[in-house]
């Protein structure tokens, strides 16, 4: 494999750095989703700790090395999942956490960030303008930003959940990888290709929010005007060149989802499972409904990557019965 930014002896060496509350999270199959879906189905639960999300394994690392360095103010743009988990590892090494967010971010997302001492400023536009006004505070305050997916920090700190896969899990064919900015994608990718390269990587995005899958189909960058999916934790719309480069070194497949097939994988993860998840953790088991051909008697492993969604909204998401219940 060509070398992507990553580096496995870093990766693991973020383990021993990473509060063990998020680590080695449960991986376990899934005999309830089977019939239905029609292939042996894993599930990695990265819901089962403080911030309902993998963020925190990247954070750790982040945080970590700020107090190591001295720094102690830093600032974020988060759809809600990244600040919630900075503002934890933050707290725990005295760091002062400012995090910017859209007015229209996910409200338990939001609430979760206050609860947890960090500074919250709500811009009225959508994640890229938060990313724009992040940038504006470091660079006037002198502080240290924070950049998911860009910042190697948050891509290793998601590659041990690669790491634990490859390590604990019983022969697999594919992995499913919700793909966003690219920090979990990357990471995992980089492992898997790394130590177990027989392992398809496949990265599954809304057809809502396509800008990174695109991107790595025509190998260059690719920009949308807009996001239109209820998955918010993936709804970017300016890739990072390099972590776009990573992802074509790691990525065997990027496939896009319809917000049908989202709703579904959710209900199915409800029902069957008993997890309640974001739309953003249920694109692996979208991606199986989208094509059950491809997955039948495969042994494949879905990423469940967060928990943090509004009461309300899944409520009536899940509401009507519909394909897969």
């Given at each position: 494999m060509q070398e992507t930014r990553l580096d496995t002896a870093r990766i693991r060496a973020a383990r021993r750095?990473?509060?063990?509350?998020f680590l080695d999270t449960p991986l376990y199959r899934c005999e309830a989703l089977e019939p239905r879906l029609g292939c042996a189905v894993s599930v990695k639960l990265e819901t089962a700790n403080p911030v309902r999300s993998f963020k925190g394994r990247g954070t750790e690392v982040v945080a970590s090395r700020l107090a190591d360095e001295g720094t102690r103010a830093v600032v974020?743009?988060?759809?809600?999942n990244l600040g919630q988990a900075l503002a934890w590892s933050g707290r725990g090494r005295a760091l002062d956490v400012t995090v910017v967010a859209s007015r229209f971010a996910t409200?338990?997302?939001?609430?979760?960030?206050?609860?947890?001492?960090?500074?919250?400023?709500l811009v009225d536009g959508d994640h890229e303008l938060a990313r724009e006004r992040a940038a504006a505070i470091a660079r006037?305050?002198?502080?240290?930003l924070?950049?998911?997916?860009?910042?190697?920090?948050?891509?290793?700190?998601?590659a041990t959940i690669g790491l634990e896969l490859?390590?604990?899990?019983?022969?697999?064919d594919a992995v499913l990888i919700a793909l966003g900015g690219g920090a979990l994608a990357t990471g995992v990718g980089h492992v898997v290709k790394a130590l177990a390269p027989g392992v398809e990587v496949i990265c599954v995005q809304p057809l809502g929010a396509p800008a990174m899958t695109h991107s790595w189909r025509q190998r260059r960058v690719v920009t949308t005007d807009s996001t239109a999916t209820i998955a918010d934790g993936v709804a970017g719309r300016f890739p990072v060149p390099a972590v776009l480069d990573d992802l074509l070194l790691v990525a065997d497949d990027a496939v896009l989802v319809q917000e049908a097939s989202i709703v579904a994988g959710m209900r199915m993860?409800?029902?069957?499972?008993g997890l309640v998840v974001e739309p953003s953790a249920a694109l692996g088991v979208a991606a199986i409904l989208e094509d059950r051909d491809r997955f039948a008697g495969r042994h494949v492993v879905t990423i469940v990557c967060g928990s943090n969604v509004d009461a309300a909204a899944f409520h009536r998401w899940v509401a009507a019965p519909g394909e897969g219940s």
């Open positions: 750095v990473i509060d063990p509350v974020c743009a988060s759809a809600g409200r338990a997302k939001l609430d979760r960030i206050r609860v947890l001492d960090a500074g919250l400023e006037r305050e002198g502080i240290r924070v950049e998911d997916s860009l910042d190697i920090e948050t891509c290793e700190g998601a490859v390590d604990a899990a019983p022969s697999f993860l409800l029902d069957h499972a």
